[in-house]
């Protein structure tokens, strides 16, 4: 079955780079995303990485991913605190129809 | 380009009756998924639409039914509300059923 798992919870200074963390169990996951979320909002698509792919990197985000472990992670360097919001992990498989599985949410806490 | 929007914001509803939720697709695409995000979890696919036609369904009972028009927005109905069902509805639009989806703000659904 599919499941997507996150730490819950990361708290940075204001700067500093941030990592979160994400494992997948279904390894025909073909796209696997990064969506970020503010209170009250929707998911803002932040980036993607496709499954063959082993990092991407887009201005101050750089995606990880291992597909030998299953893990996913995300980088944002130079943290502001507008960063603070809940980061999603999601997969993807693309069979038929596209939905997404996500994972709890990390929320990143970046203090000034 | 016009993103995904969601109508209406916010609703209080009774235990029992019926809600209709309502989203325009962002200009392009012909793909809408559902997704119910509960306090503090993940969001949970509900069911996707393609060119008016249901196109997978996620772990929903079948009071959670949906429609697609011809300009390809989309409506989920909710019969026979219970309090589990207070929750974000997040509405997703896509092209062709693949690649990235894009989110709408959601509604917020309080059952009382």
């Known amino acids: 079955g599919e499941d997507v798992e996150q730490s819950l919870f990361l708290s940075v200074r204001e700067g500093d780079s941030s990592v979160i963390n994400c494992t997948y169990t279904?390894?025909?996951?073909?796209?696997l995303y990064w969506y970020k979320q503010e209170p009250g909002a929707g998911l803002q698509l932040l980036t993607y990485?496709?499954?063959?792919?082993d990092m991407k990197q887009d201005q101050r985000l750089t995606v990880l991913l291992n597909k030998k472990d299953k893990h996913l992670s995300l980088r944002i360097a130079d943290t502001q605190t507008g960063d603070s919001a809940i980061y999603f992990c999601?997969?993807?498989?693309?069979?038929?129809?596209?939905?997404?599985?996500f994972g709890k949410g990390t929320m990143l806490l970046v203090s000034p | 380009e016009t993103g995904v929007t969601q109508s209406p914001t916010h609703l209080i509803k009774t235990r029992g009756q019926q809600v209709t939720l309502r989203c325009s697709s962002q200009?392009?695409?012909?793909?809408v998924s559902w997704y119910q995000q509960a306090l503090g979890q993940g969001p949970q696919f509900i069911f996707q639409?393609?060119?008016?036609?249901?196109?997978g369904r996620g772990n929903f009972p079948p009071r959670f039914s949906g429609l697609q028009f011809p300009n390809y927005s989309s409506e989920l109905n909710v019969n026979a509300l219970e309090l589990d069902d207070s929750a974000l509805y997040l509405c997703?639009?896509?092209?062709?059923?693949?690649?990235?989806?894009?989110f709408g703000p959601g509604t917020r659904l309080t059952v009382t």
């Open positions: 200009s392009g695409h012909n793909t």
């Open positions: 997703a639009s896509n092209r062709d059923r693949g690649g990235e989806q894009y």
């Open positions: 279904d390894s025909s996951s073909t796209y």
């Open positions: 990485i496709f499954s063959n792919m």
């Open positions: 999601a997969e993807s498989m693309n069979s038929g129809y596209s939905t997404l599985t």
């Open positions: 639409y393609y060119r008016e036609e249901e196109n």
